[in-house]
């Protein structure tokens, strides 16, 4: 049976306290841009790739032609744009789908960052302007099988060889591991004891990457196991200005408020959809919309989508003035990931057994929420994070 809710993706307002008017119109544009990409390309095709778990290749090959790869990078071909620019297009990607909203974070949101921040300018100019392109594709490697929260414990080991480096260890969980051209891995150096950076180009000897199998959150997107035995990598490929962990945190706190934006997409898609389903879908003779439960439910929802907003409109300002510390954007991702698997279950419960169609653009989205809420540092995390700040105790190392 086809169902009548045809048009459950598209978007409905939800800018209930104006914050439309606090962006500039090369802001907006963008966001334009991107939101006429999710309605009329990836809605109507990307549920088939997620069910499958298959890479939805012409959507991601759409995005350098969109102008959004690249971030707040300037120059090498990349997108410059603004931090609140960058956060709408992260928005309205994730709106449309998380594993295209994630693969764009992984290639630009962090490989090309960590190239950007921590690379000489010969080292941007040989590898930025072909990513910008997405003539090469990146990925980032920091999360072990056995250290993910406590990264900065990381075992994989870079030990210097005349002109190179040696590289040996583990890394799970690496977004594009299996199909990047240029990996930024991270890894302790055995002379100094201190975290490092390289950039491994694939295929190399040693490097071998394996799809993580029977995923049930951003299943459009593969992330990978990775082994690193005896892969040399030469020493022009170590990333001058990463010479320790705090280096590696640089990059991560800059990506942890996108999350926050992220988060905010996925749960733009999940009230949306019960919005419209509530006023479509008739029981009992009226639309669902004309009772009072569901009124009370919407308008809650409503309610946590537009705090949410502000969360990020905030977020984005203090980025843009560079005023943006890691604290508040890990108060920022705890408190909009937390709040979007709110609206989410609510939203699929909203549905009735429609609700885990993925006809419906629900539980797409109340799925991937999971790997969002996870990833760039857990709920627990962050809550600590926060907790270390306000309290001036750490409760953990």
């Known amino acids: 049976m086809t169902t009548p809710y045809t048009e459950l993706g598209e978007a409905l307002g939800t800018d209930f306290f104006s914050v439309r008017d606090q962006f500039t119109e ?8 991107v939101r006429k990409f999710v309605d009329h390309e990836v809605l109507p095709d990307i549920n088939g790739y997620w069910e499958r778990a298959e890479l939805p290749w012409h959507l991601f090959r759409r995005l350098p032609e969109l102008g959004v790869v690249g971030e707040d990078i300037v120059g090498y071909g990349a997108a410059g744009m603004s931090p609140l620019a960058v956060g709408l297009v992260h928005m309205e990607l994730h709106r449309g789908d998380g ?3 994630t693969f764009l ?3 630009a949101g962090l490989a090309m960052q960590s190239i950007a921040m921590c690379g000489s300018e010969e080292q ?3 590898w930025l302007p072909s990513m910008s392109t997405m003539d090469k594709l990146g990925a980032f490697a920091l999360t072990e099988p056995e ?3 406590d990264s900065i414990a990381l075992e994989t080991t870079a030990t210097p060889d005349g002109d190179h480096w040696v590289l040996n260890g583990t890394k799970r969980w690496i977004g594009n591991g299996t199909t990047a051209d240029l990996v930024t891995v991270w890894a302790r150096n055995t002379e100094s004891g201190e975290v490092n950076g390289f950039v491994v180009e694939t295929p190399t000897e040693g490097y071998s990457a394996k799809e993580i199998p029977g995923k049930v959150a951003l299943r459009a997107l593969w992330q990978a196991d990775i082994t690193l035995e005896n892969v040399r990598v030469p020493d022009e490929n170590r990333l001058v200005n990463a010479t320790s962990f705090k280096d590696c945190a640089r990059v991560l706190a800059n990506t942890r408020g996108i999350c926050a934006w992220m988060a905010l997409g996925h749960a733009t898609a999940g009230y949306d959809a019960a919005l419209r389903y509530a006023k479509e879908r008739t029981q009992f003779g009226k639309p669902l919309a004309s009772f009072q439960v569901v009124q ?7 309610a946590d989508l537009t705090g949410m907003q502000l969360y990020c409109m905030q977020i984005g300002r203090l980025a843009d003035a560079g005023k943006l510390s890691p604290t508040v954007a890990g108060l920022a991702k705890m408190n909009n990931t937390r709040t979007a698997r709110k609206i989410l279950s609510e939203a699929r419960d909203m549905l009735g057994g429609n609700g885990i169609l993925l006809e419906h653009h629900v539980v797409r989205h109340w799925a991937d929420i999971e790997a969002i809420h996870t990833f760039e540092g857990t709920e627990t995390m962050q809550t600590l994070i926060v907790g270390r700040d306000i309290t001036g105790e750490s409760a953990f190392t």
């Open 26 to 33: 090369e802001q907006w544009q963008r966001f334009a841009d």
């Open 147 to 149: 250290h993910g929260s």
């Open 296 to 302: 009370q439910r919407l308008v809650s929802m409503l």
């Open 105 to 107: 974070g992984v290639h």
């Open 99 to 101: 594993s295209l909203g």
């Open 124 to 126: 941007k100019q040989r």
